[in-house]
């Protein structure tokens, strides 16, 4: 099955035509991913109206230059992201895939962004079931235990801000760069040897929940306080942020027999968790960096997954 997928919940636009079967390694025939986030870093943040404007710039672009490079005649289906995200930029994809839904007469399937998430890591290997997920991005931080594909649950979820909400929000405050999580992933990457500032744990009321925003309170009133390098709030909030994430995770595996741990979102790209995450379990899946961010691959395979493997 060939799916051609269109990813624009945020400010990446993305398009990809993936093909799938059930007895072999799924292919990305094609993927390509714009960012804005480049532009939207004299913001400070990104701005929707202007977002879903450069979607619409974008997205014709990607589109042509998709089928310059393969056949739209051999794709079976159409995918797009329905939510969660920014609603004008979701839009835009919407639109997009339902106008060559239609002029080709083929299936639109509407995906989860964070089932995406979820399932990018099978482009690297299978799923084995039962299997525990970390989903961690911008705009989400959640604990999953799935049974099968069908089959997935929250264990806990942030009650406030998101982890990577978090490194954008104090890497802003302390005039780092946006977006904040690159930025302090390379900071303390060069500074390894940080001095590290205290920073208080945080408990929840339901076990496997998560927390940051006092953690970010405090690194706050620690910066308003201008007595602390820039570089040590920053890298000492990310471990942090990472050591409660890791404990709560110990929690669940635990109590869940899994067979797989994944992790997935656009904080996966983080060096830190990337490298530490790995000694939590004996089979720990974890996408590549162009997998992990927001892309268009990965809900084509969500689809292909919400469809059933057979189909």
Not at 128 to 155: C, M, R, W
Request: a neutral charge; hydrophobic letters at 40%.
């Amino acid at each position: 099955m060939i799916i051609l997928a269109f990813e624009t919940s945020h400010d990446d636009t993305s398009i990809s035509i993936c093909e799938f079967s059930e007895n072999k390694e799924p292919i990305i025939h094609f993927l390509k991913t714009w960012t804005q986030s480049n532009y939207f870093a004299k913001f400070g943040g990104t701005i929707p109206e202007m977002a879903s404007r450069m979607h619409s710039e974008n997205i014709l672009k990607l589109v042509i230059e998709a089928k310059e490079n393969f056949d739209f005649k051999k794709i079976n289906k159409i995918a797009y992201t329905e939510k969660p995200g920014l609603l004008g930029s979701l839009h835009i994809g919407f639109l997009v895939a339902k106008a060559i839904s239609q002029s080709l007469e083929l299936e639109l399937i509407p995906v989860n962004h964070l089932d995406g998430h979820f399932f990018a890591g099978e482009f690297v290997k299978k799923y084995e079931y039962p299997t525990l997920g970390i989903i961690v991005s911008g705009g989400h931080s959640q604990i999953l235990f799935a049974n099968s594909k069908n089959d997935i649950k929250i264990l806990g979820q942030t009650q406030d801000d998101a982890i990577g909400e978090l490194f954008d929000k104090i890497s802003t405050k302390l005039q780092l760069g946006f977006p904040g999580g690159p930025v302090i992933d390379k900071l303390c990457k060069d500074n390894i040897d940080f001095n590290r500032i205290k920073i208080n744990t945080v408990h929840t009321d339901s076990k496997y929940d998560l927390s940051f925003s006092g953690n970010k309170s405090q690194v706050i009133n620690l910066a308003n306080q201008n007595k602390y390098d820039k570089i040590d709030l920053a890298c000492s909030l990310q471990e942090k942020a990472f050591e409660q994430l890791f404990n709560k995770v110990k929690l669940a595996l635990n109590d869940y027999d899994v067979k797989t741990l994944i992790i997935g979102g656009g904080v996966a790209a983080n060096s830190y968790l990337r490298n530490n995450v790995k000694t939590l379990h004996n089979n720990v899946i974890i996408p590549p960096i162009y997998l992990s961010t927001d892309n268009a691959a990965m809900i084509a395979i969500a689809a292909y997954k919400k469809l059933g493997d057979n189909e």
